[in-house]
């Protein structure tokens, strides 16, 4: 019997002070909010259990960022993906950073003294270059013991960059992507084939404000 095609859920963390009020958080380890918390926490009885969307008998891969505001967005869905590096820019708003360079996109110059957009393409690429294999082996393989999940819970630009890349786009349309704090996107593949990567859905229980 084949089996069900694999899929791949991409987490946003919850709410931080930061993402509340806009500000590039890459580097800078900051906590959720409460209200982030609670997000959370309210996401997981619908989220997590049998039967449930990521259901443990499916799932055994995690990728989960380094920084404490996807370890407790991780923990508390369940009580190696970091955001990309802002660099010079970390911490500021879109209106200050363009009040020194007026024309600046991330996605088309990336971050002086943190990330290019070739770097975070390239890191991004790696990443989805080893969950499709993770996918082929539990497809095509009949002796994987690999499951049909793989999670990758981690921020904004990373999963708007992971988006595009999973679906062949250049990085730079990830900007038409919207991923909301604690927002679940789902992204798995048409016509029962590995080689026709689609994305599902977007922004599933998003609490949007």
Not at 97 to 124: F, L
Not at 136 to 146: C, I, L, W
């Amino acid at each position: 019997m084949s089996r069900p095609m694999p899929r791949l859920f991409v987490i946003r963390h919850g709410e931080t002070e930061w993402s509340l009020n806009g500000r590039h958080t890459g580097r800078t380890d900051i906590p959720l909010t409460a209200r982030g918390e609670d997000q959370i926490r309210d996401k997981a009885k619908i989220l997590v259990g049998p039967g449930n969307v990521l259901d443990p008998v499916n799932l055994c891969t995690v990728l989960v960022s380094p920084r404490r505001r996807a370890h407790a967005t991780f923990h508390l869905l369940f009580e190696h993906c970091r955001e990309w590096d802002y660099g010079d820019y970390e911490g500021l708003l879109s209106s200050e950073i363009k009040a020194k360079n007026p024309t600046w996109s991330i996605w088309n110059d990336g971050c002086p003294g943190g990330e290019s957009v070739e770097q975070m393409q390239t890191r991004v690429d790696n990443i989805i270059a080893k969950v499709r294999e993770y996918h082929r082996q539990y497809k095509e393989e009949p002796s994987s013991t690999n499951t049909r999940d793989v999670v990758i819970v981690a921020h904004g630009h990373f999963s708007r960059v992971l988006i595009a890349r999973w679906i062949n786009f250049p990085l730079c349309l990830g900007t038409h992507f919207n991923v909301e704090p604690g927002g679940v996107s789902l992204l798995s593949y048409n016509h029962n084939s590995l080689s026709e990567p689609a994305l599902n859905a977007l922004n599933l229980y998003a609490t949007v404000t």
